[in-house]
């Protein structure tokens, strides 16, 4: 499977508006590389510069769940058109959302300039067109970069960035390519602008400079920094901090803790719509795949966020079972908390389909997978799903 990035030009058209309405599936032209986009591949979705600065950059991820074909623009799309086009079928593929970015999670444009490995991305040497090539050393430390993006720092990356930080006392600092701050910023999975200001930000905790550096230390900086440096020597432990280093950067060129992007992200943006809406979108896409495996230390299964918001909806955030007496937990947004449970397990083949899915409360969720009743509240959850997948047949699709 290919990386790519799709560009949307702000001037003729609203992208982040389209994205933000859209319920899980879109459609975008495909003006290069027809012949080499296939299912399967990844889309980072690129916002082209609006003349705001900073306003470039990565915005999504998809999936391509559809081959290049000739296929009219999404109906969707219109109200975001600034200069509406000519009607017409042109070469599209379909694309499911696997992420939207908030503001802290966007990817600017000019991040990527003192990245060793983004720097040379084919939008950013010739960035007129639509569909770009990714090559697969840029997938990777952008999928790294992506998932980094907007995510507090743990303890392991700050004591690796104070590690450096004590390493360039009293040294000029810099985050061009080459530079230990750019180096740094490859191991740990941030950009090197990230690790620059997480090292100003040491600046503005450090007793020893009288110039303030950047504000906005976080608790875990200035823990970690209370940790290793020795107030009444008024400098570091250096010997401690870098074996703390070693010790948890030894192993691995990425720090073990690296979190990911969840499903609940996007699960929420559709959470805003309407059940009917949701539904309408379901039944748009072209069929029920299996869910894609993605090889880790263990198989896991890419979840349809679709799929979850609908069970969610469709049973008002309550558990399934008839009769369940488990009380409500509420969540601190007030919302009730519950479990969406894959009726055919996804490693058994069962599909990642509404007719496959239904919500449990937490008590129910797990005496299905481990108590002697598992049977029979499995065959209650096949026998409401038939229903409902019955009713489901009787709404009407646009």
């Not at 389909?353 to 481990?370: K, W």
Request: net charge neutral; glycine share 6%.
């Amino acid at each position: 499977m290919k990386t790519w990035i799709f560009q949307g030009n702000t001037k003729t058209f609203d992208i982040d508006g389209y994205l933000a309405s859209s319920t899980g599936y879109i459609r975008w032209r495909v003006a290069q590389y027809a012949n080499e986009i296939h299912a399967g591949d990844t889309v980072f979705l690129w916002r082209a510069d609006s003349g705001v600065t900073d306003s470039g950059g990565v915005l999504a991820e998809c999936r391509v769940v559809s081959e290049v074909q000739d296929l009219l623009d999404d109906e969707g799309s219109k109200p975001f058109w600034k200069t509406l086009p000519t009607e017409s079928i042109q070469s599209r593929v379909i694309l499911k959302i696997i992420r939207l970015a908030n503001k802290k999670e966007f990817i600017k444009r000019s991040w990527l300039k003192t990245d060793g490995v983004l720097s040379n991305l084919h939008i950013l040497r010739q960035p007129a067109g639509t569909n770009f090539p990714v090559t697969s050393d840029q997938a990777a430390r952008l999928s790294t970069v992506w998932q980094r993006t907007g995510i507090d720092w743990s303890r392991s990356e700050v004591v690796a960035a104070l590690t450096l930080y004590a390493d360039l006392w009293n040294q000029p600092i810099s985050k061009n390519i080459g530079s230990p701050v750019e180096t740094l910023s490859q191991k740990i999975g941030r950009v090197p602008s990230a690790v620059y200001n997480k090292l100003m930000n040491f600046r503005s905790i450090d007793p020893r400079v009288e110039a303030a550096g950047l504000s906005g230390g976080s608790k875990v900086d200035r823990s970690v920094w209370a940790e290793f440096f020795d107030t009444t020597l008024n400098d570091f432990d250096i010997a401690n901090l870098k074996s703390e280093n070693d010790r948890l950067w030894s192993k691995s060129p990425v720090a073990e803790d690296l979190p990911f992007a969840t499903l609940e992200s996007e699960v929420e943006r559709l959470d805003s719509a309407s059940l009917d809406d949701l539904f309408k979108a379901y039944q748009k896409r072209l069929g029920t795949k299996k869910p894609s495996r993605k090889a880790t230390t263990q198989l896991t299964y890419e979840r349809d966020a679709l799929v979850v918001s609908i069970a969610r909806k469709r049973s008002d955030q309550t558990c399934e079972i008839p009769s369940c007496e488990s009380s409500p937990i509420l969540l601190s947004n007030g919302e009730k908390y519950i479990e969406v449970h894959h009726i055919i397990p996804l490693a058994l083949g069962g599909d990642d389909a509404i007719d496959n899915v239904a919500c449990l409360c937490p008590n129910h969720h797990r005496e299905i997978h481990l108590g002697k009743n598992a049977e029979a509240l499995t065959a209650t959850l096949k026998s409401i799903r038939l229903n409902s997948s019955r009713n489901l047949t009787n709404q009407v699709v646009d």
